[in-house]
Nanobody, 124 residues
Framework: VQLQASGGGLVQAGGSLRLSCVAS????????MGWFRQAPGKERDFVAA????????ISADSVKGRFTISRDTTKNTVYLQMDDLVPEDTAVYFC??????????????????WGPGTQVTVSS
């Protein structure tokens, strides 16, 4: 499966952005999908993940209540709605996919498929 993310940009603190990630290829409906982010000089961190049917969602404590992950199976697309953004959310955001949906796979970032990143910059 291949991934293509979009929707990054520059936003003021308190604002919102919605990232999109389109999956293509074989067996897309067998993959859980999610998001990671990497701030300058820091390691890549898990943000959120969702199973193909949307039945299971996991997210990092740092984004709970502000970020919402969802997916549209008819469009093979996963979304990350980011609200109440703060400068600490500034990072390159990566879409990812894996046939496994176990929590530790995603929290540790040992997923199989990565897409190119999209930059999110939050100004104060």
């Amino acid at each position: 499966v291949q991934l293509q993310a979009s929707g990054g940009g520059l936003v003021q603190a308190g604002g919102s952005l919605r990232l999109s990630c389109v999956a293509s290829g074989r067996d897309v409906d067998k993959y859980a999908m999610g998001w990671f982010r990497q701030a300058p000089g820091k390691e890549r961190d898990f943000v959120a993940a969702i199973t193909w049917n949307g039945g299971d969602i996991i997210s990092a404590d740092s984004v709970k209540g502000r970020f919402t992950i969802s997916r549209d199976t008819t469009k093979n697309t996963v979304y990350l709605q980011m609200d109440d953004l703060v400068p600490e959310d500034t990072a390159v955001y990566f879409c990812a996919a894996d046939k496994r949906h176990e929590t530790q796979i995603w929290r540790r970032g040992v997923v199989d498929v990565w897409g190119p990143g999209t930059q999110v910059t939050v100004s104060s």
